[in-house]
DNA sequence: ATGCTTCTTGCATGCGATGCAAAAAAGTAG
DNA sequence: CTACTTTTTTGCATCGCATGCAAGAAGCAT
């Protein structure tokens, strides 16, 4: 359908999801279905309810012309509602996210002996791609499997601005925490441009890549093998292309 | 005083300015003070008036604290007018941002003969990049020296996320036009994958490493020395960043 | 001046988002 | 079951951003 961002690939970051009332996204950790009261228990069925009704609503039809009354009127909640689980209608479609994220930061924590800093990070980031470029249904979170935020948001993004801005943001907050992540992996070995300026690099280098190409074929059958061909761009071609020659 | 982005740094994209109605931007190219008529003259002065009044308010106050009918009353205009000149409220922050990827893609089409692939996009970010970083008056557009809005957006950029989500997706589209730019220049040499994922490499290391830096010390006194320093990174050490030692 | 074009303005409208207080539901004793 | 506390839902009012429209004002030509 449509085309743009790699960039609602790799997650968002740890803002809170609960904007100022109590009934914060979920009941934070606590197993997937170890609802405690019942009160926790509707809590989720709400929260997966509004995002079920935000993922039919967005598929069929444009992102302004679906509103936030609308959304909690397919849910079944009033509107104000919804502003209790989510701060902003843009939030809805990125409550997916986090996952992604959390792998890719657990990948870095345990790290292996031998590993270099770009080898703990490619693995890192290896790890979280395959998850972020599957068409189908995101990793189900909470048991219930959810509908596929990531390929509304695919389409979205290229048809609207705000989305695009809202990923891209979020990609930039993943990068810095797993900028810090790396840096605390190799306390010794890196500085901290030395551990930014990899992780830009080859979240950077993926990201563009791939949006590069959903740009020129919006139809781009595989996304991920655009994803690991960059990634080996960034990784060993990088002096090559540095080579005067004449092209 | 604040600290996010070199985002905003590389400056946005080929986004038309106006909305709606006539009074486009600005009389679109025609040298700094050709006004032919009294119309012309009139709307670039109002246009100045507008970014002159939002650079004012927004360095007192935040940004959720200074409305458009504020910025208009102190332009001398309606608020209405306000949306004839800048699609939003966002937009009039990054008034002054085509110059620099103007700049880059200028470097980019005049390629020097033995020149690598590498050689010009550092070229071209290097030749935008101390403009993007100087807090002092951005580049005096059409003769009359606007405010810093650069100075602007680095202190909104940490306290307003849709300031940085703005800044992100401009930098994002200026990534895209330099990726086009770069495989057009070496049409015989670069895959569409490999100009991309350099482009997203450089660009998105250098932002990384700077926005990494600006997070840990917001008064951090010279950002371009970390945006030249993550260059270097990603250009030479990151083959030995790749070898596998005990840190 | 007479018209034509273009820009400005005010008004009405719709939607996103927040604060507040009343109503409803869940949980907890007794 | 009843009474009481806590939490959640809801409606309502409000504000700001943004758009469309039509009337008015201003530049501009003949």
Redesign the pocket.
């Known amino acids: 359908m449509a085309a743009a961002p790699a960039a609602s690939a790799l997650a968002p970051a740890a803002s809170a999801s609960a904007?100022?009332?109590?009934?914060?996204g979920r009941p934070d950790s606590c197993g997937p279905r170890a609802a405690?009261?019942?009160?926790?228990?509707?809590?989720e069925r709400?929260h997966d309810a509004l995002v079920q009704a935000a993922a039919e609503l967005f598929t069929a039809h444009d992102y302004?012309d679906?509103?936030?009354?609308r959304i909690?009127e397919v849910a079944?909640?009033?509107?104000?509602?919804f502003?209790?689980?989510f701060?902003?209608?843009?939030d809805v479609l990125f409550a997916d996210t986090h996952t992604r994220l959390e792998q890719a930061l657990q990948s870095m924590a345990d790290r292996v002996p031998g590993e270099s800093p770009v080898d703990l990070l490619v693995r890192a980031v290896r790890r979280a791609l395959p998850a972020s470029f599957s068409p189908g249904p995101g990793p189900e979170v909470s048991g219930s499997a959810l509908p596929s935020l990531y390929g509304v948001r695919l389409r979205l993004n290229h048809s609207t601005p705000q989305i695009q801005a809202g990923a891209m943001r979020r990609l930039q907050e993943a990068q810095q925490l797993l900028s810090r992540a790396l840096l605390a992996a190799f306390p010794e070995r890196l500085t901290a441009v030395e551990a930014a300026a990899l992780v830009g690099a080859f979240i950077g280098g993926i990201s563009n890549a791939v949006i590069f190409c959903l740009a020129e074929d919006p139809d781009l059958p595989d996304t991920s093998q655009v994803a690991f061909e960059a990634l080996e761009v960034v990784r060993r071609r990088l002096p090559e292309l540095d080579r005067g020659a004449e092209g």
């Open positions: 904007p100022s009332g109590r009934p914060g405690r009261g019942l009160r926790e228990l509707k809590k709400t302004d679906v509103t936030v009354a909690a079944g909640v009033s509107t104000r509602t502003f209790s689980y701060p902003s209608k843009e």
